[in-house]
């Protein structure tokens, strides 16, 4: 397809034939070396010995602890429950001032605790939380910020630092997305009490199921190791309340067979990036969100804000137009976590104070990337977005159309 010769009956949305016969997701997972993997599996079995910090676990979370040159990695069953035990072990309570601009879990993780996520507004430019906002934010219930270096973009630690250290409070990132990512030559991982990160399986480095909490603080370190086990200090003695946190073994040997692939993930997803780059840059009304290269970067995620007002199509006629074409783009993290249940009930004015969250939950749209695509696909899902948006006006008048024929055979 080319978007100067394509006709618009030919978009599947108008009944045309799919561009991609199978489709393309965000979040496909990367799989390094499968016989790697299939021979620890293997060893694993012969050993029986299949979770409870078993040897694979050990291994990994020492390989992460090195990668990342911190002192402690807890290897846990997924970042939520990783989120959840740090978050406990941290004694926050009250209010936790969060964005709102990130997937669900970071709230769910405190509320499940009862604990009160306090939605700040994002920097537009980086997506992250807005320090400036934060300190307005803060009341005498306040314990501590939780950060998200959403799409592996680093926060803007050294301001939260600073405001956490002023009022006294616990500092904590969501790093869910940053693994082997970097803030200003450090390797995320190291700031703040703890970070916390998800090895699931639509992430760049996954373990099936997975997450971790990396720390240098060793009382910390030590107390999130026993809460993911039950609060057991050896066989019979329990000294905290605690949970099932543990990762097992199976999950243990992708990861450390995922870890040995990392830098071809990582150089895929930087060329997918690139290639995305220089079709995308020609396209009025649609930005690519930029990394910064001089930094250690996953690239995980390739990030479209589209400016409706030049674009003269919407982000969400967009997302339909692509998934007819079997390119299953998503909204992530749309509306908000404040728009969402119970949030939604318990702060129903919260998007009053959220101006940039909210118009960036409009534009944001995430498309396909990672060991599953080749540059091919990349340049024709950047034609199906040339087309559209060069057929605008013709697509809005056929899209009215259509709404208008449904009612009327539906009245
Ligand atoms: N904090 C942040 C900032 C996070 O982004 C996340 C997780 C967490 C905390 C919590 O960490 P975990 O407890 O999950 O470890 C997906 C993931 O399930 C979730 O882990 C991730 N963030 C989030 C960004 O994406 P959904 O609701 O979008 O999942 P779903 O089922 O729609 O799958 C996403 C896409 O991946 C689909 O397009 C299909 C594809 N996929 C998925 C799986 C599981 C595959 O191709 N193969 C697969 O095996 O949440």
Not at 61 to 75: N, P, R
Not at 390 to 399: A, D, G, P, V, Y
């Amino acid at each position: 397809m080319n978007s100067s010769n394509k006709n618009l009956q030919e978009l599947s949305i108008f009944g045309g034939q799919p561009l991609f016969q199978e489709k393309l997701y965000v979040g496909r997972p990367n799989i390094g070396d499968r016989t790697r993997l299939l021979e620890r599996i293997n060893d694993m079995l012969d050993r029986r010995w299949f979770s409870n910090s078993g040897p694979f676990v050990q291994e990994l979370e020492q390989c992460i602890a090195d990668l990342l040159g911190v002192k402690h990695c807890i290897a846990m069953c997924n970042g939520t429950v990783a989120l959840e035990i740090a978050i406990r072990a941290a004694e926050l309570k009250g209010e936790v001032i969060v964005p709102s601009f990130t997937f669900v879990a970071t709230a769910h993780a405190l509320q499940w605790q009862e604990i009160t996520p306090v939605f700040c507004d994002i920097d537009p430019q980086t997506h992250t939380i807005n320090p400036w906002r934060v300190e307005a934010m803060i009341t005498p219930r306040t314990t501590g910020i939780i950060g998200v270096h959403l799409w592996g973009q680093p926060c803007n630690v050294e301001a939260l630092e600073e405001i956490a250290q002023k009022h006294n409070l616990k500092l904590m990132f969501d790093a869910s997305h940053a693994f082997s990512c970097s803030y200003k030559g450090n390797m995320i991982g190291n700031f703040g009490d703890a970070e916390i990160f998800s090895f699931h399986a639509t992430k760049f480095f996954n373990t099936f199921e997975g997450g971790a909490v990396v720390t240098n603080n060793d009382e910390l370190a030590n107390k999130i190791r026993l809460m993911k086990n039950f609060g057991f200090s050896g066989y019979d003695n329990v000294t905290y309340i605690g949970i099932n946190g543990k990762m097992n073994e199976v999950s243990a040997a992708m990861g450390l067979t995922s870890l040995e692939s990392i830098e071809e993930f990582t150089k895929i997803n930087y060329s997918n990036y690139k290639h995305y780059q220089a079709e995308i840059s020609d396209i009025p009304g649609i930005t690519l969100f930029p990394f910064n290269e001089s930094e250690s970067c996953n690239y995980q995620y390739i990030v479209l804000e589209i400016n409706e007002e030049e674009t003269r199509i919407s982000r969400n006629q967009l997302i339909k137009i692509l998934h007819a074409e079997n390119v299953i783009a998503r909204r992530y993290f749309y509306p908000g976590c404040h728009r969402m249940e119970p949030y939604r009930s318990y702060f129903p004015h919260a998007g009053l104070l959220l101006p940039e969250t909210e118009k960036l939950a409009e534009r944001v749209l995430i498309l396909p990337t990672g060991t599953a695509i080749e540059e091919l696909d990349i340049i024709k899902i950047c034609q199906i977005l040339k087309f559209a948006i060069t057929h605008s006006e013709e697509i809005q008048n056929r899209l009215s159309l259509n709404v208008l024929k449904t009612v009327l055979v539906n009245s």
